[in-house]
Structures are given as structure tokens and as C-alpha cells.
């Protein structure tokens, strides 16, 4: 009872900061809604430690109770509770603790704000909403029933598209919103077809419910297309996928993800380390039991992850945006995570979750502090000399990029290499494919990634720095810097002996023998985290990465006139990566456009011509035209009324005796 208790309170801690600050915003001030918001993520953070130790550290076995049931029907239950395991329990402390770095920088970060200025009337509203963004996610990954998993799913959607639209006066937050919010829901509809399979052929919502009732339907096929036959497990976990797809940023439904920027610095570091972007990864873990029984599904999950780590990897190398540079590297870490379950290594994708939430959150909070010194300037092109201004954040930068690219000994470097390793020993249908990608955009990551950090902090200074008063950022910014730099430098190592032998997760996830390729690596190729690192001086994935960094420096520092001359001399690829592979267009024809003309086709030929001037209009004028000709029998002479009733009496005795 205790520790449902403690879980409840986790979950509600910002719910409560959330309603405070969002409801009551004018009465408490801006200090007392940043108080109470702050108060209540520490609250959660404290008490997932807890549940942390206990679940993780001390090896206690799942928990799994539900917290109230909301409603019966036709036998399947509708249900708030909890599946509390090493799974959860990790998500649940980088998620809080993620969080509260945030809630901190943005006090320091939102008194400096261009757009609304010091006195900001919303900043009250943006406390509130990513308290509610915490809350969402916690519902998420505390859940032990896709009902409560829908929930949280919808629920970071919509705090979304909220916080990327928080800048309302710009039309470019307001359309990047609604693309998020639109993109998202060509997703979404795949993950609720998938539940809807989930209800009709499991006839259960609960997790333990669905995961004992896989092996009777091993063999089941459902019929889609007329003659052809599918596994109905392969087009569940399809379908599920589609809707990480969503979440996740995989192609070709990641566009949404570049367009966040438009949201203030706090609320990109959020969505892009901790939240909403590593639901999909977490499903899918989550959900390894029925993943493990579709070949078809893995093949797919992984091929779509390496397309995704490879072409965002070179999109973005010719961003400019400080912001949008560390979105793109986003995008391509999501594909390394979803190739790692494509290949069956769960452990490997959760691990550089947990990794990337520390660096990728270090480094949007530091794009956040150069900004601010910068005085709300994003191009990269208009910096330059930064390091002896800045030492702090540069360091932050520095230990952020190098764990980015997976240089040897940071926390990167043990997660991506896991999943390199991984997918090289994988069988699954297209992992040859998989790995040649992966391995390329080893290298396209470092030389975009220390492309911006020599830009930035190393490359000759801009006019614009020469000329206004730069310096670093307020401590309330740089205390979350220097607290995330710990874990992004350090926290592989004590993991990856847990995570590669299979103890860390245990039987929170679950991968078949033939599948087990992390378990095989484990037995005989791992032989400590020191002697990993050493090996890999060696190995292809660093000396590509090595390779990135010394071509970042030679085209950007030492000849920088030569990126010029490459553009001129190759127009058509760069016109191909400047729309962004048409993904773009490719979007705005068929979701755009496409739900323009197919929504003014049902207001015009549906709503307008068969219901309001066909059904109501023809109704209307039938009934009136009725009441006229009826209206003459209404004479007023009571000898006309005496006739009729005496004649429908007679008709009526006519019909009774004939």
C-alpha cells in the first residue's frame, strides 16, 4: 500500500504544479508558479530515485496492481494502474530528473526571452504546461494497460503542440504546431488500429493479459487484403510501430521533429531528451514479448531505423540553426535506437536512451546559453570565439558533442557502440543493409556535430560578436549544465557489464534465444568496460568518428573557404539536401494539401449540397409546402368539420365491416 502510495504521488506531483501554476498563475505570481513547479518535479525525482533503488539496485520483483477501474465492458476492463519494474523505474528517474534540469534553466533562460520580454504575461502558462508535459509522460511509462499507455501517448502529443506554438505572435511556431499535431495523427491512427487488434483478438487491455495470451495466437492470420494473408502479431506490432513512427520521428514521419524548434530552448531540450521522442522506443520495449514472434516486424523496425540514422544524419550537415543542428543529430540517434530493436537488442536501444537523454538535454541547454549570450541570434555562421567568453558552456558543449559522436570512454560511446555490435551480429533480414548505413552516419554525426562546436567556439569572430558584449550565462542556466555534463561523461560505465549480460533489464524485457544478440556478444566479445574502450582505438566506428572530426576542423577552421567551393561545384546535391529529400513537399502534398481538398470535398459535395440545401433544405420545404395545402382544409365553418367527421366515421366502419 505504501509503495502504491509513493507512485501515486510521483505521477500527480506535476499534475499538481501543472493545475497550480496554469489555473491560478495570476494569484501566485511568476516566482510562485516556477516554485511549485519545481517543487513538484523534485518531488517525483526524489521519490523515482527511490523507486529506482528498489527496483533496480535492489533487484525487487515486479510490481503490478491497478489503481482504480474507470469502467467495465462486455468483460474487458478499463483501468488506472502501475507495472513498476527496472524498465519503468529508469524511465521514471531520467524522465523527473531530466525534467527538473529544465524547470530549473528555464527560470534563468525565460527571464532573458526576446520574444515576450522580461515581463512575460505566459510565463506562468509555460511552467504549467511542461509540468503537464512530466506528467504525461510519467502516465506513459508508469502504465500497465494500453488504455493508460493511449493515454499518456495523446496526452505528450498535446502538450506538444501547446509548447512548439507557444511563440503564438510567429506564423512559422503556429504552422511547425500544427505539423506536429497533424503528423502525429497519421501515426496515431496506425497505434489505435493496433490496440483495436490488441481488444479484438486478446479481448483484454492489460499488459500481462495480452503478453500471456501471445503464444495461442502464434499461428493466428488475419486477412487485410482480399487472398492475402497476414500473421496477426505482424500486423499488431506493425501497426504499434507506426504510431512510434509518429512519436519517435522515424521516416517518413520525423518532419514534424525539425519544426519543434520553433518552441522556446527549454521546451526542445524536453521533447528531444526525455519525452514524447523516446515513447515509441519504450513501446516497443515494452511490448519485446509479441516484437519477438514477427520477423517481418524486426526487419522493418530496423531497416527504417538505419534509413532514419543515415539521411537525417546528412541533413544535418548543412544546418545553420545552433538549434535545428543538435534537432537533426536527434533524429539520426532515434534511428540508431530503433535499429537496435529492429535487431532485437532492447537493452541497447533503452541504453542509449538513457545515455541520450543526459547528452542530447546538455546539449540543447548549452545551444540554449550560447543563444542567450548571443542575444536570441541562432545562425552559427554569426558566431566565432566563443570558448574564451563562455567556459562553461563550452566545456558542457565539448563533453556533449564527444559523447554525441561515441568517442571512446563517454557514455555515447558505450551506448552506440552496443547497438553497432548489436546489429552486426544480427540475423535479422536487412542487418548487412542496416550496418553499412549505421557505420556511415558514424561518421556524418562527428563531422556535423564538431562542424557546429568549431563554428561556434573555435572559428574566427563574427562581426556580431566583435561588436556586442558576450559572456556566459547566469548560474541558474549553467548549474543544470555542469549536473548533466556527470552522468553524459560517465554513466556507461557502470551499465554496459549489466546491459549487454541482460541483468540490468532482467524479465522486463524479453528476447527469444535465436534472437539474443547481446547476450552473445556478452559471452564473446565483451571483456570489461576498460578493455572495450581500448579495443575500440582501433576499430572502424571511432576512427570514423575520429575521421569526422579531423575533416570538421580541416574544412571549418584550417581551409574554410573550401565548403563554398564544394557547393558551387555540386548544385544538384545540395539542392537535394536543402529541401530535405522532399520529405517536406512529399508532406505538404498529401497530408497537407491532401486533407485540404479532401476536407473541402466533404464541406462542398457532402455538408453543403447533400445536407444543407439537399436533406434540410428539401426537408424544410416539403414540411412547408405540406402545411400550405393542409392549411386550406382549415375553413373555420363548423358544418366543413361536422362533414368530415361524419364521413371518416363512415369510412372507417366501411373498413372494420368489409
Known amino acids: 500500500m505504501a509503495l502504491k502510495f509513493i507512485l501515486t504521488l510521483i505521477l500527480l506531483s506535476p499534475l499538481f504544479g501543472a493545475v497550480a501554476a496554469g489555473l491560478f498563475g495570476r494569484r501566485i505570481g511568476r516566482r510562485g508558479a516556477h516554485t511549485i513547479t519545481i517543487f513538484g518535479v523534485a518531488v517525483s525525482t526524489l521519490l523515482s530515485a527511490y523507486v529506482f533503488y528498489l527496483f533496480v539496485l535492489e533487484g525487487r520483483s515486479p510490481f503490478n496492481d491497478s489503481l482504480y477501474t474507470w469502467l467495465v465492458s462486455d468483460g474487458i476492463k478499463f483501468e488506472l494502474g502501475f507495472m513498476i519494474d527496472s524498465l519503468s523505474a529508469t524511465m521514471m528517474l531520467v524522465v523527473t530528473f531530466v525534467s527538473l534540469m529544465v524547470h530549473i534553466y528555464t527560470v534563468g533562460y525565460m527571464d532573458h526571452d526576446d520574444d515576450y520580454g522580461p515581463n512575460n504575461p505566459y510565463y506562468q502558462r509555460f511552467f504549467s504546461y511542461i509540468s503537464l508535459f512530466t506528467f504525461s509522460m510519467l502516465s506513459l511509462v508508469m502504465a500497465n494497460n494500453f488504455l493508460q499507455l493511449f493515454f499518456g501517448w495523446e496526452a505528450v502529443g498535446l502538450v506538444s503542440y501547446l509548447l512548439i506554438g507557444f511563440y503564438m505572435k510567429r506564423e512559422s511556431a503556429i504552422q511547425a504546431n500544427l505539423k506536429a499535431f497533424l503528423v502525429n495523427r497519421v501515426g496515431d491512427f496506425g497505434f489505435i488500429l493496433g490496440i483495436a487488434v490488441v481488444v479484438m483478438y486478446f479481448n483484454t487491455l492489460d499488459y500481462n493479459e495480452f503478453f500471456a495470451g501471445l503464444a495461442a495466437h502464434k499461428n493466428t492470420m488475419i486477412t487485410i487484403i482480399p487472398g492475402v494473408e497476414w500473421s496477426m502479431i505482424t500486423v499488431l506490432a506493425i501497426m504499434l510501430f507506426i504510431g512510434a513512427m509518429g512519436k519517435s520521428a522515424q521516416m517518413p514521419l520525423h518532419v514534424w521533429l525539425p519544426e519543434s524548434m520553433e518552441g522556446p530552448t527549454p521546451i526542445s531540450a524536453l521533447i528531444h531528451a526525455a519525452t514524447m521522442v523516446t515513447a515509441g522506443i519504450f513501446m516497443v520495449a515494452r511490448l519485446s514479448p509479441a516484437y519477438e514472434m514477427s520477423e517481418a516486424a524486426l526487419s522493418f523496425i530496423m531497416i527504417i531505423g538505419a534509413l532514419t540514422a543515415f539521411m537525417m544524419g546528412l541533413l544535418g550537415i548543412i544546418q545553420d540553426d545552433i538549434k535545428r543542428v543538435v534537432a537533426y543529430s536527434t533524429l539520426s540517434q532515434l534511428g540508431y535506437m530503433t535499429a537496435a530493436l529492429g535487431a532485437s537488442a532492447y537493452a541497447a536501444g533503452m541504453f542509449h536512451v538513457l545515455t541520450h537523454a543526459f547528452f542530447k ?26 570558448k574564451k567568453y563562455m567556459p562553461i558552456t563550452y566545456w558542457s558543449m565539448l563533453i556533449g558533442s564527444l559523447a554525441l559522436i561515441g568517442f571512446p570512454g563517454f557514455s555515447g560511446f558505450f551506448s552506440k557502440d552496443s547497438i553497432l555490435l548489436a546489429v552486426s551480429e544480427s540475423d535479422t533480414y536487412g542487418a548487412s543493409f542496416a550496418m553499412v548505413l549505421l557505420l556511415i552516419a558514424v561518421f556524418v554525426t562527428a563531422f ?20 556586442h558584449e558576450i559572456k556566459e550565462s547566469p548560474g541558474v542556466v549553467t548549474w543544470p549544465l555542469i549536473a548533466l555534463s556527470i552522468p553524459a561523461l560517465m554513466m556507461g560505465w557502470p551499465l554496459i557489464g549489466p546491459i549487454l549480460s541482460g541483468t540490468y533489464f532482467a ?7 535465436e534472437h539474443d544478440v547481446l547476450g552473445r556478444i556478452y559471452e564473446g566479445q565483451y571483456h570489461g568496460a576498460f578493455n ?28 574554410p573557404e573550401i565548403p563554398g567551393k564544394i557547393k558551387k561545384a555540386c548544385p544538384r546535391g545540395f539542392y537535394v539536401l536543402d529541401n530535405a529529400f522532399g520529405f517536406d513537399r512529399l508532406n505538404e502534398i498529401v497530408f497537407v494539401d491532401g486533407m485540404r481538398k479532401l476536407g473541402s470535398f466533404f464541406t462542398n459535395s ?24 393542409l392549411k386550406t ?23 372494420v365491416l368489409w
Open 361 to 386: 538535454a546538455l546539449l540543447f541547454l548549452a545551444a540554449g546559453s550560447v543563444i542567450l549570450a548571443m542575444h536570441h541570434i541562432q545562425d552559427i555562421r554569426q558566431m566565432g570565439g566563443l
Open 448 to 467: 556535423y556535430s564538431f562542424r557546429m562546436f568549431f563554428l561556434v567556439f573555435h572559428g574566427k569572430e563574427s562581426e556580431y560578436v566583435k561588436a
Open 532 to 559: 572495450m574502450v581500448i579495443h575500440s582505438l582501433t576499430t572502424l566506428p571511432v576512427i570514423l568518428a575520429l575521421s569526422g572530426v579531423f575533416l570538421a576542423w580541416l574544412l571549418y577552421i584550417k581551409k
Open 606 to 629: 457532402i455538408d453543403i449540397k447533400m445536407i444543407d440545401t439537399g436533406m434540410v433544405r428539401n426537408t424544410f420545404m416539403s414540411v412547408a409546402h405540406s402545411a400550405a395545402a
Open 633 to 655: 382544409a382549415q375553413t373555420g365553418y363548423l358544418y366543413h368539420y361536422a362533414f368530415v367527421m361524419i364521413f371518416g366515421l363512415l369510412a372507417m366502419l366501411a373498413w
Open 507 to 513: 524479465d522486463a524485457i524479453q528476447v527469444t534465444g
